[in-house]
């Protein structure tokens, strides 16, 4: 093989490397972020469950109330 044959090759070879860690790199970030997202999600999720526990609670026991007099 040929000096400029051989730099070519080892420039496409660098090229893919810095393409697959470039890749890899933001694909990480993304994943972060959908976490993040996701945990954001689940923690307003839980608040409203909470909330609709409690309103639960207050309607049954107002229904409870209203059938014992």
Do not use: G, P, W
């Amino acid at each position: 093989m040929h000096f400029n044959d051989a730099v070519t090759k080892q420039m496409e070879i660098m090229d893919r490397m810095l393409y697959l860690q470039a890749t890899l790199d933001i694909n990480q970030h993304m994943d972060e972020n959908e976490i993040k997202v996701i945990k954001k999600e689940i923690k307003q999720l839980q608040l409203a469950f909470d909330e609709q526990t409690e309103e639960v609670i207050r309607s049954y026991l107002k229904e409870k109330e209203a059938t014992s007099i």
